[in-house]
């Protein structure tokens, strides 16, 4: 099959735990045969579960998603910090102290809501043009700037008092560190903590309901085709408001002119639209003043 770039979409990756989010779109560019393709939110190579990988003129979509929502289980164990936060790191301290299945359910709760969070050193933030994690591979510590976080969701969903571990359901904002939280819960409850395993379970507006293994993706495209692994990516946008055009302003709006109020039967505001046309989803739409006009097109 030779190379194209004429899919466009959104396809819903379970992203395998050991492989990082650029060996999935390395990957998927051989299995799906096209050049352009990115992904929306990078996952930890310890990590797995859902990863929306965007083809072809849906890439523009990556930076504009309207749901930075996302959604994990984590699990965590108490009594041990490492360097990088998580289980796969370098071991750091040991504490063997009891903690209560109360006292862990009430240091959680304090964690919803607004915060700041300082982002490890095992990451991908970057200070002064180099990412931390390189810092970090050269035995250097440096100083890093809080970051506002936003925790909807935070919830014990088990644990065993003797092993010292388990399991968290998390809801929470684009950028969150959920292996930082961990560590954090550890220091407040005075023998730290370490993340033991990590599933995103939602994404984008997707959930792991709606993803694909590499293998079954590469099956379903010898066997289906292209299409068949794609999903519309007028699903990333599930609460913009809808605007349809009809033929004559589909054309119109597609060669760039603003449409008026009554051409798209809304009243200006300053929300944005997702728009279609005759032939299906072309992007998203709002009002420049009294005329309506693309914000962002997918055609």
């Known amino acids: 099959m030779k190379v194209t770039d004429e899919i466009n979409g959104v396809v819903a990756v379970y992203k395998p735990r050991g492989w990082t989010s650029f060996d999935v779109v390395a990957k998927l560019r051989g299995v799906l045969h ?8 990078t996952l930890d190579p310890m990590a797995e579960g859902v990863l929306p990988v965007f083809v072809g003129k849906a890439t523009k979509a990556c930076d504009i998603l309207p749901d930075k929502q996302k ?17 796969t790191g370098t071991e750091l301290s040991r504490n ?20 700041m969070q300082i982002p490890p050193m095992y990451s991908a933030v970057k200070i002064d043009g180099k990412r931390l994690y390189e810092l970090a591979r050269e035995g250097k510590t440096v100083e890093r700037q809080p970051r506002p976080i936003h925790v909807d969701v935070i919830d014990v969903i088990d644990y065993d008092k003797n092993a010292r571990s388990g399991h968290l359901t998390i809801l929470c904002s684009k950028g969150t560190y959920v292996r930082t939280i961990i560590h954090d819960m550890g220091e ?15 994404s984008g507006g997707l959930t792991i309901d709606d993803c694909m293994r590499i293998e079954e993706i590469s099956s379903k495209v ?3 085709g292209l299409d068949s692994v794609l999903t519309p ?5 599930p609460d913009y408001p809808k605007v349809t055009l009809d033929e004559h302003c589909t054309k119109l ?7 008026r109020s009554d051409q798209v039967s809304r009243q200006p505001d300053d929300r944005i639209y997702r728009v279609y046309g005759v032939s299906g989803f072309l992007g998203l739409g709002n009002f420049k003043g009294e005329e309506f ?3 962002k097109n997918f055609f």
């Open 253 to 259: 709006y597609k060669n760039g002119v603003r449409l």
């Open 96 to 115: 063997e102290d009891d903690v209560s299945d109360d006292e862990v359910r009430a240091c959680v709760n304090g964690f919803l809501g607004d915060s």
């Open 188 to 202: 407040q409850l005075g023998t730290g903590g370490v993340m033991t395993s990590l599933v995103r379970v939602y």
């Open 222 to 224: 010898i066997e289906d």
């Open 71 to 87: 959604g994990y289980i984590a699990g965590f164990r108490l009594g041990i910090t490492t360097d990088t936060q998580d289980i």
């Open 293 to 295: 006009c693309c914000f």
């Open 233 to 237: 990516l007028d699903r990333c946008f």
């Open 34 to 41: 096209t050049r352009k393709i990115g992904h929306g939110g």
